[in-house]
C-alpha cells in the first residue's frame, strides 16, 4: 500500500511540473509572437449529425474558454498573474471578456473525424489587446481604492524631466539570454539602488495604444534589424534572480537609458522601443535553492 501512494505521488509532480513547463512554453510563444492563439474544437463525430453552424458556435465557445485561461496565467509583471489581480478590479473582468468576444476569429471546414476548428487571435498591444483592457481598467474609479490599480502605475507617470537632453538612439537592446528571464505585460526597469526608473505606464495616457514599447525576441540579430549601431544602445544590465521579470540597469548606462526613457514619454509616437533578448528554453527550478557557496576561511577553520 505504501509503494503504491509513492508511485502516485510520483506520477502527480510529474504532471505538475509538466503543466508548469507548458504553461511556461505558451506564455513564451504569446510575448514572442504578440498574440495569444488558442483553437477550439466543435463537432459531433459519435453521435448525431448537428448543423454546420451550430458546431462553428461550439467551436467558438471552445476556444474562448481556453483563452480565457490562458490569460489568466499570464505575467502582468514581477511576481503577477492575471489570475491575481483580477479580483481588484471588475472594470477588468469586463474588459478582457470584450476583447475575446472580438478577437479575429478563424473558422475551418470539418476534417475526416467530423470535427470542426475555431481559431482565435488575441493581440497584446493596440486598441483591442491585453495591454488596452489593463489600462481602460485601471482609469475606472474603484470603490475603497484609493491608490492606483497597480502600484507602481502611480509612480511618475506622464511626468517629463527637461533638463535631460534628447536620445540620440531608437532603440535599446537587453542582453538577459544568460538569465532565467520571464516574460510580462509590463516588465519593469530599476537602477542599482531600486529606485524604479521605467514602465510602461508612464506613456502618457493618449498614446499607450499606440504601439508596444517594450518587445522580445530570441536573438541580437533580430534585435538590431533595421538600424545602424549608432541607432543602437546595447544596455549594460543585470537581474536579481528572485525577480525575474525586472530587469537592473547598471550606473555605466544609466545616463543614457533615462534620456531614452524619457524621449518615449515625452515623444511617444517617435520610433522608441526597448528590445529584451532571452533565451525562452531556459528552464527554472521551480521550489529549488542553491546550494550555500562554502568560503575558504571557513574551511580552513575545520
Excluded at 508612464?202 to 549608432?230: D, G, H, W, Y
Excluded at 534572480?241 to 525586472?246: C, G, M, P, Q, V
Excluded at 575558504?296 to 577553520?301: A, G, L
Aim: glycine share 4%.
Amino acid at each position: 500500500m505504501k509503494f503504491s501512494s509513492k508511485i502516485l505521488l510520483i506520477l502527480l509532480s510529474v504532471l505538475f511540473t509538466h503543466s508548469l513547463f507548458a504553461d511556461n512554453l505558451q506564455n513564451h510563444k504569446v510575448f514572442l509572437n504578440q498574440k495569444l492563439e488558442v483553437f477550439g474544437l466543435g463537432g459531433t463525430p459519435w453521435e448525431e449529425e448537428s448543423s454546420y453552424e451550430a458546431e462553428r458556435g461550439r467551436a467558438w465557445m471552445d476556444a474562448m474558454h481556453h483563452a480565457y485561461e490562458q490569460i489568466l496565467s499570464l505575467t502582468v509583471m514581477d511576481g503577477k498573474e492575471v489570475r491575481h489581480i483580477l479580483h481588484t478590479n471588475k472594470a477588468l473582468k469586463e474588459r478582457l471578456g470584450m476583447i475575446i468576444m472580438a478577437a479575429p476569429k478563424t473558422f475551418y471546414q470539418k476534417d475526416v473525424s467530423g470535427l470542426v476548428r475555431c481559431k482565435l487571435e488575441i493581440p497584446i498591444s493596440g486598441k483591442l489587446s491585453l495591454r488596452s483592457a489593463f489600462y481602460l481598467a485601471a482609469l475606472r474609479p474603484q470603490p475603497m481604492q484609493p491608490t492606483g490599480f497597480l502600484a507602481s502605475w502611480s509612480a511618475n507617470v506622464g511626468k517629463v524631466d527637461e533638463s535631460l537632453e534628447p536620445s540620440s538612439y531608437k532603440r535599446v537592446v537587453i542582453d538577459a539570454r544568460k538569465y532565467d528571464f520571464i516574460p510580462a505585460l509590463f516588465p519593469r526597469f530599476f537602477d542599482e539602488r531600486g529606485a524604479l526608473l521605467f514602465q510602461e505606464a508612464m506613456v502618457p495616457q493618449a498614446e499607450r495604444f499606440s504601439r508596444p514599447v517594450v518587445s522580445f525576441c530570441t536573438n541580437m540579430i533580430t534585435a538590431r534589424e533595421n538600424l545602424n549601431e549608432k541607432e543602437v544602445l546595447t544596455l549594460s544590465s543585470t537581474m536579481h534572480e528572485l525577480h525575474k521579470s525586472d530587469i537592473i540597469v547598471k550606473n555605466d548606462d544609466l545616463k543614457e537609458f533615462k534620456q531614452f526613457c524619457n524621449d518615449i514619454i515625452r515623444t511617444p509616437l517617435k520610433q522608441r522601443e526597448i528590445m529584451i533578448v532571452y533565451n525562452p528554453e531556459e528552464k527554472i527550478d521551480i521550489g529549488k535553492m542553491k546550494k550555500q557557496e562554502v568560503s575558504e576561511s571557513s574551511t580552513n577553520k575545520k
